[in-house]
């Protein structure tokens, strides 16, 4: 029994990061436009994924050490929120943005700081 409920806790921060990043990457794609050259896109599309490489390699370390998922997403999502909080734009559209990114971020720390805690206390 307690094998399970431990899978309970382990597989949802991996499963929810590796939807999560899919899509940020997702949103990467506005970038494909028809007036755009290919190497304009190819070098768009490289920036606009940089944090789905970071966060790539943050998950591959966070498989292993939780605590550096739990980490890592709280501090993104956190930074995210600063960083809506600073731009010059509308409250609304500032909270639908930290709605749809730093929420899902924060949960997914969150998340990967509860299977790093019960982990330890086995």
């Known amino acids: 029994m307690a094998k399970k ?32 050259s290919p190497l304009q896109i190819l070098a768009g599309l490289l920036m606009h994924n940089i944090p789905t490489i970071v966060m790539i390699v943050v998950l591959s370390i966070a498989w ?15 930074l995210y929120i600063f960083m809506t909080a600073r731009a010059k734009i509308d409250w609304s559209v ?22 790093w805690y019960k982990k330890r206390q086995k």
């Open 64 to 78: 292993k050490h939780e605590i550096v998922g739990g980490l890592a997403f709280l501090l993104a999502g956190l």
């Open 5 to 36: 409920i431990s899978g309970y806790i382990v597989w949802p921060p991996r499963i929810l990061s590796l939807l999560f990043i899919i899509t940020i990457a997702l949103m990467s794609m506005d970038v494909i436009r028809p007036e755009l």
């Open 94 to 115: 500032a909270l639908s943005w930290n709605l749809t990114i730093a929420a899902p971020a924060l949960l997914i720390g969150i998340l990967y700081l509860i299977s």
